[in-house]
């Protein structure tokens, strides 16, 4: 009785061994490391219009200098849910799923980096 548990489970043990060595690691790894570094490509994200009715809902502005309750030298460029690039003159954020800001801009949703 043991011995047939004992054997049951190499058996098992040997299907998942067998299984997982189908699977190329590579196979696994490359996409996942081409994710994490993959850049954030303003050019993909098209501009979000300050007509937009979530551009308005934050009072989103394409020139910080244009926006009465703005910090001085608050922008998106350093805003913390900026994803830009550094340097860059519009990048994706995060509020906008699928659009990017302008780096001078500004929005009442605007937080400090960490
Ligand atoms: Fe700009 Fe930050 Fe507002 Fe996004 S949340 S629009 S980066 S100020």
Redesign the pocket.
């Known amino acids: 009785m043991a011995k047939e548990k004992l054997l049951s489970r190499r058996q098992v043990l040997r299907r998942v061994v067998s299984v997982t060595s189908l699977v190329p690691i590579a196979a696994v790894v490359a996409p996942i490391a081409a994710l994490r570094s993959a850049p954030v490509r303003a050019a993909d994200t098209p501009l979000i219009s300050v007509d937009d009715p979530a551009a308005k809902a ?1 009072k ?1 502005v394409e020139d910080a200098s244009k926006a009465k309750a703005a910090m001085p030298g608050s922008t ?1 460029a350093n ?1 913390g ?2 994803q830009g690039k550094s340097g860059a003159k519009d990048g994706p ?4 799923p699928g659009k990017a ?1 302008t780096a001078a ?3 009442t ?3 400090p980096q960490m």
């Open positions: 934050v989103y998106c805003c849910l900026y954020c995060q509020i906008f800001v801009g500004w929005c949703s605007w937080a």
